[in-house]
């Protein structure tokens, strides 16, 4: 893909690059590719998991470890960030985890406990973040943040369980900031991505039957990580300037299908014979 000099001159924060697999992996290639300097963050225990600090040599970018369900953690990046960046034009979240789902606790005994740190690491730091770049004052006018979301917030998949739930706070907490984030000239917006083989993606049993369900049902079959990437850089960029509070979809069509044919022939045949 050539550059298109997108996000050029811009400085940011991306976190949740886990390792090459993650969606915020491709997004941090391709918002080098338009330009962007940014720094790179993910929690503390990320650090022995994961492969960070490869993307970060490749990028030439500094990595803030942070706990994103941490007050402090979240308060000293956006002070070491703005020290290192001065003010910054974007912010991506793309941080998830479904602790009953990874646990194969299944949804009809869900652990409170767990569930309530699902919705904090998933959607609720999505919240702490926001409120944190605002009260450092890290953010600039005209900035984009963005998150990463699942149509499971919206319509019921079966082994997405507690993560649905998330997402749906997820999207909600981008309305709502982003009708307060309006004054501050800042644009807030989620990308519903297809499914996705991440290690959060992989986390869920059944992943492989959503991804290949998706896969037949999207006219243009499952939007990749890479593609993601390429999408999430126009909505980080002033190209989008006007688009705000949104949950747009990257999803290959699957949000405007009904039923494919190749869903509807094996019945027909079935109920034929
Ligand atoms: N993979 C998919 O199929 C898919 C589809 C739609 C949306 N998403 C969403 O995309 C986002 C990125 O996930 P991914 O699929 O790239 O998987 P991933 O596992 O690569 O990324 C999830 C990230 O969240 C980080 N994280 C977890 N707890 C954290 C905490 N307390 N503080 C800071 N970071 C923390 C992890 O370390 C990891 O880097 C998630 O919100 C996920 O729900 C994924």
Redesign the pocket.
Known sequence: MNSYGLLAGKTGVI?????E?????AIAEAALREGARFAL???P??RR??SLDKLAEASGSPVIW????KDGDLQTLFEQVKMHYGQIDFIVH????GVNVRKRVPYEKLNYDWYAKTLD??AV?LHRIVHHSLETGAMRHGGSIL????IGAQRSFSHYSE?GDA?ALLESIVRTWGSRLGKYGIRINAI??????????QGISG?DAMYEFGNQMSPLGNAD?ASCGDYAVTLLSDLTRMVTMQTLYHDGGFSSMGIASEFVQPLMEKLKG
Not at 94 to 97: C, F, K, L, Q, S
Not at 193 to 201: D, E, I, L, N, V
């Open positions: 976190f949740g690059a886990l390792n697999s993650s969606i915020a992996w963050s993910n929690a225990v990320a998991l994961g942070a706990d994103a369900t793309a941080i998830g985890m690491i998933s730091s998150t990463i979301t699942y993560m997402k519903s991505q297809s499914p996705t083989r991440t290690t959060a993606g992943f990580a």
